[in-house]
C-alpha cells in the first residue's frame, strides 16, 4: 500500500503535453502530496473495520463503612476522620465504565487489546465498526507485556489484521494510529516512528515502539500501522504532563504481542523463559574494574540456586549473546529469555576472566524473585578507604534487612558523605559481599581485601535486600 515517490515523478523531457520539463517537475511535485493522502485514506478505509471498540464493566463499589475508602463520597473526608454517624450512609457507588480499543486478530473473532483496558473488569463487551456489539470472554492476559486477548461471537467471520515485522521497522517511517480517543471512535491520527527498543520501566519482558502520532486515554489497546496496513504495534502508554497527548506514545511491538497471543490462545496463559539470574548493564566503570574493554552485555551477579543457570553461570559472567542475538545491555536478555520455549536448549556467548566462552543451558519456566527493604545493623567497624562503617552479619541482622542464610558479607551501616563509596551508590543495610576476587565474610576480611586489591576503580559484589548486584568503587 506504500507508495514510492520516485514513481510519481514524471519522464525528464524538454517537452510534455505542451509543458516545459520544469512545469512538469512543478506538476508533478504539486500532485505528490494529494497522492499520498489519497494512499494514506485507501488505507484507512482497508484497515478500519478490523479496529473495534473496549467497553469494560467493573461492579459497583460496595458501601464504605469505617476504615475503608471514602474518596469521592459526599461527606467523605467528615467519614473518614470521624467515622460514619449511626443512621447515615454515604453515597454507593455505582457501576463504572472504562473505554478502549482493540483489534480483530483472526476471523473466528479472537480480539486484541491491552491488559489495563480490562483488568478487574466484570464485564467486557467488544463494539464492532459497524456499532454491532458483542459479549466478549477474556481468553487470557498478560500484565507483564499489557496485552489481553478476548473472543466474541459474531455468528460470521470477521475482518482480521496483518501482523508486521516490528524488527524492521526504521526510525522515520510513517505510521498511523487508530482507536476511540475519549470515546471518539474510529479516530485517525499520523505520525512517525520516533525511535524504537524502548524502555519505560513497564516491566522486563515489554518493548517498545515510540511515536509521535496522537495517543490519547481512550487510545489503549489499538494498533500502530506501518504505511503497508500492518500492525507493528499496539498502542498501551503515553508520557504527558498534562493528560492528553505531548507526541510521546508509546507501543508494544508486534513481535512481542505476537508471541504472548500465541502463548495466550494455546492454553489461556504465559510460559515464559527463565535462566534464574540476577543481571545488570556494564558501566563503563564497571568495564574499567573487570578489565574489558567496551560497556557492553549484561552482567550476572546473582544465580538462582537449582535455576537452569546453577552450576552453569557464574557471578561475573558478561553475557555478550543469547542464540547468536546481541545483548547490548541487561535490558535486552529478559525480552530474549521471556520469549524462548520452555524446555529448550540455548547457547550463550560470555566473558569469563577475560575470555569468551560459549555455554549451553536449558531454559526453565519463569519464576518470580522477591526483594526486602534495606535496613542496618549495629557493632560498627570502619573501613577508612572505602569511606564506610560495616558490621558483621548477624543473625538479627538478615532478618532485619531480608538477607538468606546462604549469603556471607559484612553489613553496611553507615557512609561518609562524599566518599569512594557513597559516589558508587552504596547504601546503609548493603552488604558487601566480596571485593576483588576475595570474599568478605568478616571485618577483618574485608580489609584484608583492601589492602591487597591492586585495582582501580575495584569491583565490588553486594547484597541489597536479597539482591545481588556489582558496584566499582574507587579505592586509590
Known sequence: MSIRKSSLLLPRTSNWMGISALGAAMLATTALPAMADEALADLVETVSPSVVTIIATQDAAPTPVQGQDFEGQPFGEFFKRFGVPEGVQPQQRGPSQGLGSGFVLDEAGYIVTNHHVVDNASEVTVRLSDDRTYDAEIIGTDPLTDIAVLKIDAGEDLQPVQMGDSDV?????????????????????????????????????????????????????????????EVIGVNSAIYSPSGGSVGLGFAVTSNIVDHITADLLDDGEISRGWLGVSIQSVSPELAAAMGIDTATGALVSDIVPDSPAD????????????????????????????????????????????KEEQIKLTIGQ?????AQPDSVAE????????????????????????????????????????????KAGLQRGDVIVRLGGLDTATPDALKAALESEKTDPALVLINRGGNQIFVAVEIA
Open 169 to 229: 521497522i526504521r526510525v522515520g517511517e510513517d505510521v498511523v494510529a487508530i482507536g476511540n480517543p475519549f470515546g471518539l471512535s474510529a479516530t485517525v491520527t499520523t505520525g512517525i516512528v520516533s525511535a524504537k527498543e524502548r524502555n519505560i520501566s513497564q516491566g522486563p519482558y515489554a518493548e517498545f515502539i515510540q511515536t509521535d502520532a496522537a495517543i490519547n486515554r481512550g487510545n489503549s489497546g489499538g494498533p500502530l500501522f506501518n504505511m503497508d496496513g
Open 379 to 422: 557493632d560498627k567497624f570502619e573501613g577508612s578507604v572505602l569511606g564506610v562503617t560495616v558490621a558483621p552479619l548477624t543473625e538479627a541482622a538478615r532478618a532485619e534487612i531480608g538477607v538468606g542464610e546462604t549469603v556471607d558479607g559484612v553489613v553496611v551501616t553507615d557512609l561518609k558523605p562524599e566518599s569512594p563509596a557513597a
Open 366 to 370: 519463569h519464576q518470580s524473585a522477591s
Open 311 to 354: 552450576g552453569v553461570l557464574q557471578q561475573g559472567d558478561v553475557i555478550l549473546s543469547f542464540n547468536d542475538e546481541a545483548v547490548e545491555a541487561s535490558n535486552d536478555l529478559p525480552i530474549l529469555v521471556g520469549t524462548t520455549k520452555v524446555g529448550s536448549d540455548s547457547v550463550l556467548t560470555v566473558l569469563r576472566n577475560g
